[in-house]
């Protein structure tokens, strides 16, 4: 395994159209123009062409009020006739490996295959949300007495426009995103005027663009939305919490004036898909991936500690405590042992404790799934983990 110059990037093309060729020629030029420049490409070579590569894209991640850098590893690929080699395994490893030496927290992924990445310590950490948007207002939605009703039709006053979002508007719309991200979770890629120009030069390759929703002038939303094959796809959909709660994700009841403002943005937002696609933007399939109002939720994001000591900073407890906590990670040695770990409101610490009783013994990827996934572990509720978070990108 070896690591790409600048100018050697473009050779993994070819890999990239032979591995993934749903992907259309616009989309992957907006790829090699934008995305893989500013890659980490490790890759493995044969007969002097790349025949495995992945690439390491770099997201900064906001995380509890500070900046973390990290890589989100697209491109996983090896040629058909090079596959059970070990060249994937090898440079999963070396790369975590160097991902670790630059004291980075963890790395990320959205499998095509978990099962690829589970030996590697990978465990899905966010469940993505996402519903289909009705064809009419009237959508059915749940009583209370477990049958259905009719959702209620959003009335003049929590009527909405949608338009697109200018260029010169990418700035406040980066910082309403940012507002509205921090407040709801503690771990998200960050939301800036570059991050928003790259993301409408991204769904544009597909035919899509970006969007504001407003109510009375007031901006409450943010979408970006391209076309798919199956239909049409609200890629993100930031909307203000005080105007509409993440009611399916916080199990909230679901209120008539819940009801109205969710029936309120469907109809804006399937009424402009309906003016930017007039063929078919009315009736044909439309998902819309949320913050957690609408739809389910279904696994979608992997990830993996590679720097324990700098991971574990962020973690808080609700009161001061220590123990004793043993780890194993075959992959990264440096990881592994047992350590003192120190935790507080303000954050935690780890200290070397060779020899000392475990109190709690966990492999690298166990610790992962409860640190900065969903789940919960008895007798450590106190811990205040980096659970809920969200990641909607897609390379």
């Not at 890999?15 to 500013?38: G, I, N, T």
């Not at 063929?279 to 389910?296: F, R």
């Amino acid at each position: 395994m070896r690591w790409l110059t600048d100018g050697e990037k473009p050779a993994t093309r070819a890999l990239w159209q032979e591995m993934f060729w749903e992907d259309s020629p616009s989309f992957v030029d907006y790829y090699y123009r934008e995305k893989a420049p500013e890659a980490d490409i490790s890759a493995e070579e044969a007969a002097e062409e790349v025949v495995s590569m992945i690439q390491w894209n770099p997201y900064p991640l906001w995380v509890r009020g500070q900046r973390w850098d990290s890589r989100y590893l697209v491109g996983v690929a090896t040629r058909p006739a090079y596959r059970h080699r070990g060249l994937m395994a090898r440079q999963l490893q070396e790369g975590m490996a160097h991902w670790r030496r630059q004291r980075m927290p963890f790395v990320w992924l959205m499998p095509a295959d978990p099962a690829i990445y589970r030996p590697f310590g990978f465990r899905y950490v966010y469940r993505k949300w996402a519903g289909r948007l009705p064809e009419g207002v009237g959508a059915a939605v749940p009583g209370a007495d477990g049958g259905s009703r009719e959702e209620a039709a959003p009335d003049a006053r929590e009527a909405l426009a949608v338009r697109p979002l200018q260029p010169e508007e990418d700035a406040w719309a980066a910082a309403f995103c940012m507002g509205e991200l921090s407040r709801r979770f503690r771990v998200f890629p960050e939301r800036n005027r570059d991050y928003l120009a790259r993301l409408r030069r991204e769904v544009a390759s597909e035919g899509g663009g970006l969007a504001v929703l407003e109510q009375e002038r007031t901006p409450v939303g943010v979408m970006a939305f391209w076309p798919e094959e199956e239909g049409l796809e609200v890629r993100e959909l930031i909307l203000a919490e005080s105007f509409l709660p993440d009611g399916q994700r916080l199990g909230l009841p679901e209120t008539p004036a819940f009801c109205r403002r969710r029936q309120a943005v469907q109809a804006a937002v399937r009424g402009y898909l309906a003016r930017q696609y007039p063929e078919s933007g009315a009736s044909c399939p439309a998902a819309v991936v949320n913050t957690g109002w609408l739809g389910e939720a279904r696994p979608a994001i992997m990830a993996r500690i590679v720097h324990l000591e700098a991971f574990l900073e962020a973690i808080r407890s609700r009161e001061n405590r220590s123990l004793v906590l043993q780890v194993r990670d075959p992959l990264l040695p440096e990881n592994s042992g047992s350590f003192r770990w120190y935790l507080s409101p303000q954050g935690s610490r780890l200290e070397a404790a060779p020899g000392a009783v475990p109190e709690l013994s966990l492999g690298v990827e166990e610790l992962t799934e409860w640190l900065l996934g969903s789940g919960a572990r008895a007798g450590y509720e106190a811990v205040q983990t980096l659970g809920g978070g969200f990641f909607a990108e897609i390379v």
